[in-house]
């Protein structure tokens, strides 16, 4: 079973950039469908950014305008999420997911692995 770990989140001014790191422990990670996703209390969680297992698609949730990007590195077995011009309405836990059937997409259920979430927080 992949494991995921994320990293990179924190404390940011509105306007600001963070870049947010998913590290998997499995080398299969690079056949695997990634996706980020984030969720703020009381609410559910949403879809933000996918990627395909070789990088050639990427899609993201229509509101990010722009902001966020995503990309992998498979010889690092690494995906990341580069936001930028940050907003507080973006201040979230963010999770990397893993999707070993190379589905992806913007639906949970795709996705059979998880990470433990990073802390974003935007300050106005």
């Known amino acids: 079973q992949v494991q995921l770990v994320e990293s990179g989140g924190g404390l940011v001014q509105a306007g600001g950039s963070l870049r947010l790191s998913c590290a998997a422990s499995e080398r299969t990670f690079s056949t695997y469908a990634m996706g980020w996703f984030r969720q703020t209390p009381g609410k559910e969680r949403e879809f933000v950014a996918g990627?395909?297992?070789?990088?050639?698609?990427?899609y993201y949730v229509d509101s990010m305008n722009g902001r966020f990007t995503i990309s992998r590195d498979n010889a690092k077995s690494t995906v990341y999420l580069q936001m930028d011009s940050l907003k507080p309405e973006d201040t979230a836990v963010y999770f990397c997911?893993?999707?070993?059937?190379?589905?992806?997409?913007?639906?949970?259920?795709?996705?059979?692995?998880w990470g433990q979430g990073t802390q974003v927080t935007v300050s106005s």
């Open positions: 990627i395909s297992w070789n990088g050639d698609t990427r």
């Open positions: 997911a893993a999707d070993p059937q190379r589905i992806g997409g913007t639906t949970i259920r795709n996705y059979a692995y």
